[in-house]
């Protein structure tokens, strides 16, 4: 057996495979968040080449976005996720009930398959500890990160690279699932992560967080503070997890709140243009209570 | 009436809102705000399970300095108005 270690937002798992599988999956992405081995870690992933008897699956809860769904229900007691993509089942996960232990199911070990189960797992794994997996495009700034938000097709991206092509010192940290934590002093930390939706962009690093944007298509650019329930509600579009797990639930809520109350939160109307970049960055940026 | 599974009552700063946190409502995509009343006949309603207007009236005359007739007529407009949010059936 072979174990790797990943430290994600100072969260350790660990990826098992049995070491002679034809390990097809390409595990550069994860590279720079490769750690030593502890026996801390939030959750164990193990990479399962075989098939999984799905008789017994019973179905809670589809999720679909641009071609990929998952299927997410139990086999018995256990929570169990289904990953497609364009209609193909590309791997089954199976946890704990506690999320601390998963298996993934998957013949030919694809990058898809494993690339999901590792995201959901995290996601799941550190609901209760004021983590959140967010769906974001998020940029570093002055040492601060501008995270971006906004339904798919918004144009999360779009205005992260305004902000890199009009505005100096402004870097990528994550394009699409970066991790946001807050640590027990209060303060407030954006994560690279080894998931960045179609976009190679896996950094290792962190910032404290500047501000939040919520993004809306319109006709001009127009910038104003978010309310703090508009916040939360902005937030759990955002965050993924399984919020019919009262527990899981239960956690997300208290981070979202801590966030709606605590972060510097806004809403911006938005063209693609240099000028939203602009407007944006002038404004959160300077009144992000830094 | 009953209320629809998978209906959360939250509190956000100091706001009251519903939100859909089920496997039935998880795509529910919005919030519904309520006032303390109202927020406290929902948490009656849940524990009550299956309910009448009569027994919701009977909870907000327990707290509130209000007459059964007033009462009634709250109950019923916050109770229809939960209906055709899909919050209860």
Redesign the interface.
């Known amino acids: 057996m072979k174990e790797i270690y990943y430290k994600v937002a100072d969260h350790v798992f660990a990826l098992e495979t049995t070491g002679n599988e034809n390990v097809v999956f390409d595990l550069t992405q994860y590279e720079p968040f490769v750690t030593d081995p502890t026996v801390d870690v939030v959750f164990r992933l193990r990479l399962c080449p075989t098939q999984i008897d799905m008789n017994d699956f019973s179905l809670?809860?589809v999720?679909e976005d641009e071609g990929q769904s998952i299927n997410a229900g139990r086999i018995g007691e256990r929570p169990c996720f289904q990953f497609f993509l364009h209609e193909k089942l590309k791997g089954v996960l199976v946890c704990s009930t506690d999320y601390r232990h998963g298996e993934i199911y998957a013949e030919d070990c694809n990058a898809f398959g494993i690339n999901n189960a590792l995201m959901v797992m995290y996601a799941l794994a550190t609901s209760d500890k004021h983590t959140a997996l967010f769906h974001s495009s998020v940029v570093s700034y002055q040492g601060k990160a501008y995270m971006f938000l906004g339904a798919s097709g918004t144009g999360k991206s779009t205005h992260s690279r305004l902000w890199l092509k009009y505005i100096e010192g402004t870097e990528l940290i994550n394009d699409d699932n970066p991790v946001v934590r807050i640590h027990d002093d209060g303060a407030i930390i954006v994560y690279g992560s080894p998931w960045s939706g179609k976009t190679p962009c896996y950094r290792n690093v962190s910032y404290p967080l500047g501000a939040i944007v919520l993004l809306a298509q319109a006709p001009q650019n127009v910038i104003r503070r978010l309310k703090?329930?508009e916040a939360?509600?902005a937030l759990?579009?955002s965050i993924s997890g399984k919020?019919?797990d009262?527990r899981l639930?239960d956690g997300l809520?208290e981070t979202?709140?801590l966030l709606?109350?605590h972060a510097s939160m806004w809403h911006l109307d938005c063209l693609p243009d240099e000028e939203a970049a602009k407007v944006c960055c002038k404004e959160v940026s300077v009144k992000s209570g830094a | 009436m009953r209320l629809k599974k998978?209906f959360?009552l939250?509190?956000?700063?100091s706001?009251k809102?519903i939100?859909?946190?089920?496997?039935e409502t998880?795509d529910f995509?919005?919030?519904i705000?309520l006032n303390d009343t109202a927020a406290m006949l929902w948490k009656t309603a849940e524990e009550l399970g299956d309910f009448t207007v009569d027994e919701l009236a009977d909870a907000l005359t327990e707290v509130y300095e209000v007459n059964r007739e007033q009462a009634l007529s709250d109950v019923q407009k916050l109770t229809e108005g939960w209906k055709e949010a899909g919050l209860a059936e």
């Not at chain 2, 939100?19 to 496997?23: H, N, R």
């Open positions: 809670e809860v999720q703090p329930i939360y509600a759990m579009m919020r019919w009262k639930a809520h979202e709140s709606a109350t | 998978g959360v939250r509190e956000v700063c706001e809102v939100v859909g946190e089920g496997a998880v995509g919005k919030m705000s």
